[in-house]
């Protein structure tokens, strides 16, 4: 599925960095914050934003948009891009995106086709656990749901209304599978 954006350099695939132990032989680091550290240095440069998000998560925004996919065409759709919504949130570190949970929909047994058309029913609220879209030149340290900042920034909700940096600020934070990095 990845094969032609990767060969087109439009996806770079990269294996999970391993933790590390400290002297006492203590996990230090969960593979996956090593391997988003390293997607902020290696790519943070090059994106405005970047987005942690796991391979059955996605980011959803409404409005009008032109999709242009250099190997399916090009698509018209009624939606903003993620880009044109993010314009308002740049004077923060991130926007957090809290989840929207979908069930089964029915389904004894996974369905053909896309998992969008497919699953359509879904909690009445979101969920209070979120993501982060952020901005890789204001994170001071990556972590797993919302990021330490540089002094002065933080993550903000759809309301402007600042979301702390982790569960010692009375957020809860759980881990992440896959980073996917989108340079918008």
Request: glycine fraction near 6%; charge should be negative; charged fraction near 15%.
């Amino acid at each position: 599925m990845l094969e032609p954006y990767i060969a087109a350099g439009i996806v770079e695939l990269a294996d999970a960095l391993d933790s590390t132990l400290d002297a006492n032989g203590t996990v230090m680091d969960q593979a996956q914050l090593r391997t988003f550290a390293h997607a902020v240095r290696q790519h943070g440069a090059d994106s405005e934003w970047m987005a942690f998000i796991d391979a059955d998560e996605f980011l959803y925004a409404m409005g009008p948009v032109s999709l242009i996919d250099p190997f399916h065409g090009n698509f018209i759709i009624d939606e903003p891009s993620l880009p044109d919504v993010l314009v308002a949130f740049r004077e923060f570190g991130g926007v957090v995106v809290h989840w929207i949970l979908y069930g089964s929909s029915g389904y004894i047994e996974s369905p053909v086709g896309l998992v969008i058309d497919n699953y359509v029913w879904r909690a009445a609220a979101p969920s209070p656990m979120f993501k982060v879209v952020a901005q890789p030149a204001k994170i001071m340290r990556v972590n797993n749901h919302n990021h330490e900042y540089l002094p002065g920034f933080f993550a903000v909700d759809e309301s402007n209304e600042m979301v702390l940096y982790n569960a010692s600020q009375k957020r809860m934070c759980v881990c992440v599978c896959v980073c996917v990095c989108v340079c918008v």
